[in-house]
T-cell receptor, first 112, second 114 residues
Framework: NAGVTQTPKFRVLKTGQSMTLLCAQD?????MYWYRQDPGMGLRLIHY???????AKGEVPDGYNVSRLKKQNFLLGLESAAPSQTSVYFC???????????FGSGTRLTVV | AQSVSQHNHHVILSEAASLELGCNYS??????LFWYVQYPGQHLQLLLKYFSGDPLVKGIKGFEAEFIKSKFSFNLRKPSVQWSDTAEYFC????????????FGKGTKLSVKP
């Protein structure tokens, strides 16, 4: 089925550990985004990409890195996880005109 | 700074009551506007969107929204809510000509009492 797939769906990390979240889309979308959702804060943009090989910082980029080596994949990395990064992470993609967004089902990350 | 404001953090209604959730944005220029719903434990689902034309937009599940350009507002309405409408509602905006970044409000939690 066409859409955005996020892996893993759940993860528990210890403080200081690293991990990578994978977002894959099969709609040939140019634009991809990583958001984090925290209670009472809505969704905040972490990083985004406007095409293969490009990345840019969003509203809350500190502590995260991203890569877009292939058009269909957008990876979000945490080099040294902190409890403040406990959140639900959503990936999204859109075609060039930004008129329709497809969201993944989310990754619930807990850092202890 | 550009932002999206949702005025109500938590709204509690009884079934059959009417609903209006406020959303204001602070962007200049032309924008696309969206309302999303998130049921407990689920991901975002698009309710409706506005790009141009008739400022009254109808969406799924009986929801509608009105774009008032002079007030920078895009309020969500439903004439008669149901218990199944219990969810969190997010207003979102992107600026035409930007990188397509969708900026979200902080959300409004709706609780409908049966």
């Amino acid at each position: 089925n066409a859409g955005v797939t996020q892996t893993p769906k759940f993860r528990v990390l210890k403080t200081g550990q690293s991990m990578t979240l994978l977002c894959a889309q099969d709609m040939n979308h140019e634009y991809m985004y990583w958001y984090r959702q925290d209670p009472g804060m809505g969704l905040r943009l972490i990083h985004y990409s406007v095409g293969e090989g490009t990345t840019a910082k969003g509203e809350v980029p500190d502590g995260y890195n991203v890569s877009r080596l292939k058009k269909q994949n957008f990876l979000l990395g945490l080099e040294s996880a902190a409890p403040s990064q406990t959140s639900v992470y959503f990936c999204a993609s859109t075609g060039e005109r930004g008129m329709s967004y497809t969201f993944g089902s989310g990754t619930r990350l807990t850092v202890v | 700074a550009q932002s999206v404001s949702q005025h109500n953090h938590h709204v509690i209604l009884s079934e059959a009551a009417s609903l209006e959730l406020g959303c204001n944005y602070s962007y200049g220029g032309t924008v696309n506007l969206f309302w999303y719903v998130q049921y407990p434990g689920q991901h975002l689902q698009l309710l409706l969107k506005y790009f141009s034309g008739d400022p009254l937009v109808k969406g799924i599940k009986g929801f509608e929204a009105e774009f008032i350009k002079s007030k920078f507002s895009f309020n969500l309405r439903k004439p008669s809510v149901q218990w199944s409408d219990t969810a969190e509602y997010f207003c979102a905006v992107n600026k035409i000509g930007s990188q397509g970044n969708l900026i979200f409000g902080k959300g409004t939690k709706l609780s409908v009492k049966p």
